[in-house]
């Protein structure tokens, strides 16, 4: 069975960082597109970054140039740095496997977690 495991989740203020981390089991992360994908309250979920079986990133305009995706093969874990964070930042973050990185926009994902809250006061 796969299981994707968030945490690093909290409160920040505006111009902060925190560091998302995501276990999986059940599942070889060096075989699959890993990403990130948030849902704000009221908003539909967003892909925002991903990582290719050859470690190439991709990223949402959004975020690009704040946030780093990177992965630990060896221990199966997903990573996402969030730096210079905004209030518009705020949602709740899933760790997200999908054959084809172009799921982790498009959607169809394989799999995801049950997510951690980030919320950056202004």
């Known amino acids: 069975k796969v299981q994707l495991v968030e945490s690093g989740g909290g409160s920040v203020q505006a111009g902060g960082s925190l560091r998302l981390s995501c276990i999986v089991s059940?599942?070889?992360?060096?075989?699959?597109?890993m990403g990130w994908v948030r849902q704000a309250p009221g908003k539909e979920r967003e892909g925002i970054a991903s990582?290719?079986?050859?470690?190439?990133?991709l990223y949402a305009a959004s975020v690009k140039g704040r946030f780093t995706i990177s992965r630990d093969n060896a221990e199966n874990t997903l990573y996402l740095q969030m730096n210079s964070l905004k209030p518009e930042d705020t949602a709740t973050y899933y760790c997200?496997?999908?054959?084809?990185?172009?799921?982790?926009?498009?959607?169809?994902?394989?799999?995801w977690g049950q997510g951690t809250r980030v919320n950056v006061s202004s």
């Open positions: 059940g599942y070889s992360s060096s075989r699959v597109c």
């Open positions: 990582i290719d079986t050859n470690d190439s990133k």
């Open positions: 997200a496997v999908a054959q084809h990185c172009a799921s982790i926009y498009a959607g169809g994902l394989d799999a």
